[in-house]
């Protein structure tokens, strides 16, 4: 199966097609231009070194989550765009999932953590059985110090940009360790994409959007 995975979700933008396991063709980018502007160049470069062309793509696959709410929406549509012109199936891959499958870890839990700005992380905690992520806590975006109280006093394995970040709160407890690791997600999504942790191509924003707490601002919560 032929697989064109994608991840807008930060600044390290990334792009891969995939066949199986192997990862026929990658592109990596670290900068503050606009997915809007790198992701389709990057499409297009790739698709230039293949021998065969985007209508030839299986599934496409884009992150869905968390992470930067305009780059995502980037991704999203543009695999949901692809797979609608080409009559192909589409996925998403949530980035927490990602971050913890590409630890390789399999003997401890595993959190990762992405900084979601505003002195906030995203963070989730994992455990690896077989060929899928098993859920131990759910996705939540809180002040560091307060996922830091809610996590296991137990052998950790943490992960991310969030955990690179705080990363002196993280060495100062037992049995607490990060694993390094670059952040580039693309080929990794692409992995995950054939195993059960593969989802609907819907965003999983955790935090509520700008918008929605502005309405909340006025209206209150419950109205």
Not at 68 to 77: C, D, E, I, Y
Not at 172 to 179: D, K, L, P, Q, V
Request: charged letters at 20%.
């Amino acid at each position: 199966m032929r697989i064109l995975a994608v991840d807008t979700s930060s600044e390290r933008g990334s792009a891969c097609v995939a066949a199986g396991h192997e990862i026929l063709g990658e592109i990596r980018l670290a900068s503050s231009m606009q997915h809007t502007e790198r992701l389709f160049r990057a499409v297009e470069f790739l698709f230039q070194h293949l021998p065969f062309q985007l209508a030839d793509i299986d599934l496409f696959v884009a992150a869905r989550g968390p992470g930067s709410f305009t780059g995502l929406r980037v991704g999203l549509a543009a695999m949901e765009g692809f797979a609608a012109a080409h009559g192909k199936p589409c996925a998403g891959v949530t980035t927490l999932e990602a971050l913890a499958w590409k630890t390789g870890v399999e003997d401890a839990l595993i959190a990762p953590a992405i900084d979601a700005r505003r002195g906030e992380v995203y963070g989730a905690v994992y455990r690896r059985a077989g060929k899928s992520l098993i859920e131990e806590q759910s996705p939540v975006v809180l002040k560091p110090v307060e996922w830091f109280a809610s996590l296991p006093r137990q052998p950790l394995v943490f992960c991310g940009d969030g955990a690179n970040r705080y990363r002196s709160e993280i060495m100062a407890e037992a049995g607490w360790n990060i694993h390094p690791m670059d952040l580039y997600l693309a080929s990794t999504i692409a992995e995950l994409a054939s195993t059960p942790n593969r989802w609907p191509l819907q965003p999983l924003y955790v935090r509520k959007t700008d918008a929605e707490l502005a309405r909340e601002s006025i209206v209150g919560p419950n109205s």
